[in-house]
């Protein structure tokens, strides 16, 4: 079983910018293709971005394509998601998880590791 752990969230303003990590107790990152997601009070965990295991493929939703960055480093264990221009809309709670899918990474139902999650406010 592979532990997620994110770091990184805390209440900012709109506009500013903020770095999400996320750390993995594997060390065969590489074989999982990693996603983030977030869930808002009251809506449905939507997906946010993914990254293939060797980072060479990026995918980002339509809400936060241009803004926000997703990367990872497998020596480390670590992916990360740099998020620029941030808009009040984009408060909720960012999970990371692994999927073994290397297509359709937009899609919750086939990540099978989570982390706790960590709390983004944006004020307007």
């Known amino acids: 079983q592979v532990q997620m752990v994110e770091s990184g969230g805390g209440l900012v303003q709109a506009g500013d910018s903020l770095r999400l990590s996320c750390a993995a107790s594997t060390r065969t990152l590489r074989t999982y293709s990693m996603g983030w997601f977030r869930q808002a009070p009251g809506e449905e965990r939507e997906f946010v971005a993914a990254?293939?295991?060797?980072?060479?493929?990026?995918y980002y939703s339509d809400s936060v394509k241009g803004r926000f960055t997703i990367s990872r480093d497998n020596a480390k264990n670590m992916v990360y998601l740099q998020m620029s221009s941030l808009k009040p809309e984009d408060t909720a709670i960012y999970y990371c998880?692994?999927?073994?899918?290397?297509?359709?990474?937009?899609?919750?139902?086939?990540?099978?590791?989570w982390g706790q999650g960590t709390q983004v406010t944006v004020s307007s």
């Open positions: 990254i293939s295991g060797s980072g060479d493929n990026t």
């Open positions: 998880a692994t999927t073994y899918r290397t297509t359709g990474l937009h899609l919750r139902e086939d990540y099978h590791y």
